[in-house]
């Protein structure tokens, strides 16, 4: 017996958006290494190796991370439950039943509004179970929202 | 939104105008240091360039008050009710209308004066920050509200009528705390399940509270002695014994300060359980209702709604699980997770010998087997698991005394060093012979840990969803951690590190239907 993976990508701007979101830190990194070197005394072997170093760490991350990520985070939502996975080295898989969940909420930051993505946040009644989709679609995330709090409208109960 | 009828309000709504009033003062006033700090900066530069930022600052705190208020819009429909916020950071809060479960409605002053009211919608969720908050309405609006929730949810659900019309209150408080001579007392025809035997002293001093409570004493005790300032070296009894030691070998002194300090933490863990646990007892109401009694000095009764019970842990710390004892305390819905050993009010029975311990539980639970049921290992892979992960600190501490050594230090480093090897392996075998899990009756019951080892049991039906969770390792190794999250106790129990189709297996029987849909019996080929 196998858990298949959730069926639904998220949107692909979700690569883009996460490369940018990367990049001020990298770019705090070599300006903090810039007033560094130029502080300090001569030493011109280690001036040019760390930047180009970081370069090139920054490079990797901002090419390996984001699409990584994208392959990992998959979500589905059915009938009866949403699933959902994340995460990158540890990654968990997230299930609960609709008849559970207790709030639907949507997130937009000002860089997401931009690439017209959203974060969609499904709570349960308890503290350990919210399920987070990042990166959907924004008009997609606004159907998720529809189905998923017309589904639990229909269970009845206090889902505790 | 199609809007089924029945006069209701479906449109978007804002809140009170008003609070364009309340935000503001309420702001500025949080503002004023970093206000005063714009200020003193104006007057430091003395120019007078900068003096305009502190008007600024004021500005911009009522700027972001419109903005709050032009932004914050609600409203409710037959299924849901609806908040957005944001302007920048745009949120959206939905929660269905049945699952709203409280309605507070506060004013502080500031408030009243402005005829203005704070409405709070709660749905049970322990998120922190995910209620829905109306900040502000005028007063008749926050009433209004509050009928309207109230008129919505006891349409679809009868239940829920009740919690929702009451303003203050959570739906249930499910555990009280009162005196014995309050309503909540043990009546005649309650059934007695547990009284403390006096003989169950004995195993206070195994408890980590009773070596705790021994240590904080000790420490407040020779502050004091600090403070009222005597030298400790000056009280007679202290003198002698210091110069006693002085004439006697190391290990002398060594064994006899051990033997000191067991007596300590004896006579004062002793008195400690007798403080809190005298005359405990144990019994249920035929309504429904398990109540705890206990207390020397302080009397103290509790009460637990069967109906909020979603099961029990079964406390064996290592101390106590040498003198074979254990401690019982209860898996409610409504009290949010406690930190610390046994969440206080939910104790079920103090430490007390395993078998009355087994025989609570099942009286308890109305069913033997949890507590008895031989659990599932988790194989080999788990084993070596508990031995890899417990490797890091002698290897550690090897290190650091190889280095101390090499720079001259005493070679006590070193036996502690080699010490930790023997103590490292016995605890992760014994951590690996705590691993396991069962599922028995209607419960999942699983068990883990060495020094506070616990086996939790949990009511299926208690059970909101599954986490499964795989680190780098595990993935490699097959291995998953299956969390059950759940609303009541710590709001999750794990299964730690079981190999995958056993926790699927697991989850499935657990909650039969829900992961149908996600199962796949052949070996799905890698995808994305």
């Not at chain 2, 699980?321 to 019982?328: D, E, F, H, N, S």
Request: glycine share 10%; aromatic share 6%.
């Amino acid at each position: 017996m196998q858990l298949r993976d959730p069926v639904h990508l998220v949107s692909s701007r979700a690569v883009a958006y996460w490369t940018v979101r990367a990049v001020p830190m990298w770019i705090l990194v070599l300006v903090a290494e810039f007033f560094w070197f130029s502080s300090s005394g001569d030493r011109t072997g280690l001036r040019v190796a760390v930047p180009v170093v970081t370069v090139l760490l920054a490079g990797t991350h901002l090419i390996v991370m984001p699409r990584w990520r994208y392959r990992v985070h998959r979500w589905e939502v059915t009938s009866t439950a949403v699933y959902t996975q994340s995460g990158w080295l540890v990654q968990e898989r997230r299930i609960a039943p609709l008849s559970r969940v207790q709030t639907v909420d949507t997130e937009r930051g000002p860089l997401e509004q931009l690439f017209r993505l959203a974060n969609v946040t499904v709570t349960t009644a308890s503290a350990a179970g919210p399920l987070r989709i990042h990166g959907l679609d924004a008009a997609t995330a606004e159907g998720v929202v529809v189905e998923l709090t017309e589904a639990t409208g229909r269970s009845e109960g206090d889902a505790t | 939104m199609n809007d089924p009828g029945r006069g209701l309000n479906t449109s978007w709504r804002r809140l009170s105008v008003r609070m364009l009033l309340v935000h503001p003062v309420r702001e500025v006033g949080q503002a004023i240091p970093a206000l005063i700090g714009l200020v003193v900066a104006g007057r430091a530069t003395g120019d007078g360039q900068m003096r305009w930022l502190a008007p600024l600052g004021v500005m911009l705190v009522i700027v972001v008050s419109v903005l709050r208020w032009l932004t914050t819009r609600y409203r409710i429909t037959a299924q849901q009710v609806q908040l957005r916020t944001g302007l920048l950071r745009r949120k959206t809060i939905s929660t269905p209308t049945d699952r709203v479960r409280t309605v507070h409605v506060t004013a502080s002053a500031l408030h009243r004066v402005l005829g203005l009211a704070k409405v709070e919608i709660g749905t049970g969720s322990h998120q922190g920050g995910h209620g829905l908050l109306l900040d502000s309405l005028r007063v008749v609006e926050a009433a209004g509200l509050r009928a309207e929730l109230l008129h919505h949810s006891a349409a679809p659900s009868s239940d829920l009528g009740g919690a929702v019309s009451s303003s203050q209150t959570p739906a249930a408080p499910p555990l009280r705390a009162e005196p014995v001579a309050g309503a909540a007392g043990p009546g005649r025809d309650d059934t007695e399940l547990a009284r403390m035997d006096p003989r169950w002293v004995r195993f206070a001093p195994f408890t980590m509270s009773g070596v705790l409570g021994a240590v904080a004493i000790a420490g407040v005790g020779s502050r004091l002695i600090n403070q009222v300032g005597v030298s400790i070296t000056d009280v007679g009894p202290i003198r002698v014994g210091v110069a006693y030691a002085r004439h006697t070998p190391l290990w002398v002194d060594v064994m006899q300060g051990l033997a000191g300090l067991a007596v300590f933490v004896t006579v004062l863990s002793v008195g400690g359980y007798a403080l809190s646990y005298w005359g405990f007892r144990l019994t249920r109401h035929p309504e429904g209702s398990l109540h705890t009694t206990r207390g020397l000095l302080t009397t103290r009764a509790t009460s637990i709604e069967e109906r909020r019970l979603r099961g029990l842990e079964v406390a064996e710390p290592l101390l106590l699980r040498a003198v074979r004892a254990a401690r019982l305390s209860g898996i409610t819905t409504g009290l949010k997770a406690r930190r610390g050993a046994d969440g206080g009010s939910s104790m079920l029975l103090p430490p007390a010998p395993r078998a009355v311990a087994r025989a609570v539980a099942a009286a308890v639970l109305g069913d033997p087997t949890p507590v008895q049921v031989a659990l599932t290992a988790h194989g080999p892979i788990a084993r070596r698991r508990r031995f890899m992960r417990a490797m890091p600190v002698p290897l550690v501490l090897i290190v650091a005394a190889g280095v101390a050594l090499w720079r001259g230090a005493s070679p006590w480093f070193a036996l502690v060093a080699a010490l930790s090897v023997p103590v490292t392996v016995m605890l992760a075998a014994d951590r690996y012979r705590s691993l396991g899990h069962a599922l028995a009756g209607s419960f999942l019951v699983t068990r883990s840990g060495s020094l506070y080892r616990r086996r939790d049991v949990l009511d299926c039906d208690g059970i909101i969803g599954w986490n499964l969770r795989q680190t780098y390792f595990q993935r490699r190794a097959g291995l998953a951690t299956l969390t059950a999250t759940t609303a009541a106790g710590r709001q999750r129990y794990a299964v730690r590190d079981v190999r995958m189709p056993i926790a699927l297996s697991l989850a499935d029987h657990a909650l039969p239907g829900l992961l149908d849909d996600f199962l796949v019996s052949a070996p799905a080929p890698v995808t994305g």
